[in-house]
């Protein structure tokens, strides 16, 4: 019997561990509010709140126990603003000008009635009452905070998912209101309570995070064991020295021509994926997640090694068909142990995707500068997080900018694409590639036009190439890497790289004008050098865009197979001695048919052009 007590008492021990792990420990007292005065879509309204903060926590605590999370985005004299991630509904509906806030006691017997009808006193040892004057915000004083709000009855330390966040987002000159990240649905205005937890939104990271798959709130959908956390940081991320960061220079391979010899990006550089609807711009990207490395081989621990790469993808707005494949495609190809998946699916509250690529880079911050990690981000759709934007302004009822969108939205934007980089003194990078989806193939869009002012250059999928069965169909006219130009060259890559990528995009773009010449003339009247430009066209798409997998030298090769369609004298961007030394150089397919250029039947269909030359 003594040794069953003695294993009960360790189960005991054990489990008591566990919880205390896992447990949301809170600092006692708070101030609790009973004062929801009205809700527009996923905003929870909020009278006469006394010393709230922007980007403060808040707690909501339903009738029926229930706890759900919020978080301030905007507070106006005694008035707050709480967003709520899932959409709240309050019920029953509540004008504006109704309810009142009140102090509720602590502890159990704090669902009763509220202590007085006064005004809130705030009291208690928040973290934020510490540097705090103890008067209420004068009006027109703009913060915003957190608001958490509980069900009671369902509050369990290992299983969380009735927790939901919201944030504080408008607010009149007597109030604030706040969203609720997880919903809105079934809070009953009269007996909701209202906890401001006086702390920011964080999220718990830890490097096992990795091969893990959470919902755009930051909770473990993959039924796998609880992640314990190593730290918790704040999902605003923050600022970087611009004085500490460190110019990209290291060239990242991703196995795709058009990227890797005209498009080059470095480690550390942000650069979008402009694409529309119907387009293969999800393959494209989970292409690049299982081909990028780094290209110098001479390194002691590669950049696609598993223990100094990762993966951070987050997907907000997408439909489950999306999420299957990028969630099928990594565990098929074995990287899963290195990805770690935030989604937020297109049936989730629009609320939650503004927070969800704030989670998905917070964790790469910590994996990039903690663990020393070179890691990838990959953000879709930026559309849907720009509608988000959208919606909440709209219920704010903000003025709006072009199309409707707020006009804050390139400054939220920079918010997200900035943090990617270098930092001097940690190991680890973050390199970022957001896709966003233009609409109508709009290329002037709000969102992709601002994007591009943010970026360090854009890869650009063309429709017209994807509708030629052309794959991946990326235009390299309008794409743009500013950052290849020191990521490129001898040392690096190879000492033709730059020479070759400006020749072929001179010989692309004239192609391209002798092909828009054609349809107007017809084919006839174009002169014989017009007449090779476009045969340059014709096998440049088929044979260097149109891929499987390649590395950046065979992409140079292939490059330099595609020049010698035209004599040393027409390829004016290259320098003579690039070109004694690479044109003569037959192609890594062709090295025993040098010797053998007299029989013209075994001769490569490349060299035929060439012979033809004299007869101009």
Known sequence: MSRQAETRTRVAAAREHALAVTRDYISQPRTTYR????VNGPLVVLDNVKFAQFAEIVHFTLPDGTIRSGQVLEVMGTKAIIQHLRGLELWPPVSSSSGQIRLLPEGPESSSAPVDKAPAQVTGSSPLLASRPETPLAAGALCSSSVVLLLRGSASPFSRPTVSVCSWVSSSESGGAAGVFEGTSGIDAQRTTCEFTGDILRTPVSEDMLGRIF???????????AVTAEDFLDINGQPINPQMRIYPEEMIQTGLSPIDAMNS????????????????????????????????????????HEDNFAIVFAAMGVNMETARFFKSDFEENGSMDNVCLFLNLANDPTIERIITPR???????????????????ILTDMSSYAEALREVSAAREEVPGRRGFPGYMYTDLATIYERAGRVDGRQGSITQIPILTMPNDDITHPIPDLTGFITEGQVYIDRQLHNRQIYPPINVLPSLSRLMKSAIGEGMTRKDHADVSNQLYACYAIGKDVQAMKAVVGEEALSQEDLLFLEF????????ISQGSRSVFESLDIGWELLRLFPKEMLKRIPVSILNE??????PRQPPNKPQRQPTPSAPETESPPSKKPSQ
Do not use: W
């Not at 919902?215 to 064991?225: E, F, L, R, V």
């Not at 990028?292 to 950049?303: E, F, I, R, T, Y």
């Open 359 to 377: 989670l998905a880079l917070t964790t790469a911050e910590f994996l990039a500068y903690q663990c020393e990690k070179h890691v990838l981000v």
């Open 582 to 587: 690479f044109y003569s150089r037959d192609g």
């Open 35 to 38: 004062t929801v005065c009205g």
């Open 537 to 544: 066209l014709h096998k440049f798409e088929r044979r260097f």
């Open 215 to 225: 919902n755009g709130s930051g909770k473990s959908i993959d039924k796998g064991p």
């Open 265 to 304: 990006i470095a480690r550390g550089q942000k650069i979008p994926i402009f694409s529309a609807a119907g387009l293969p711009h999800n393959e494209i990207a989970a292409q690049i997640c299982r081909q990028a490395g780094l290209v110098q081989q001479h390194k002691s621990v590669m950049d696609h």
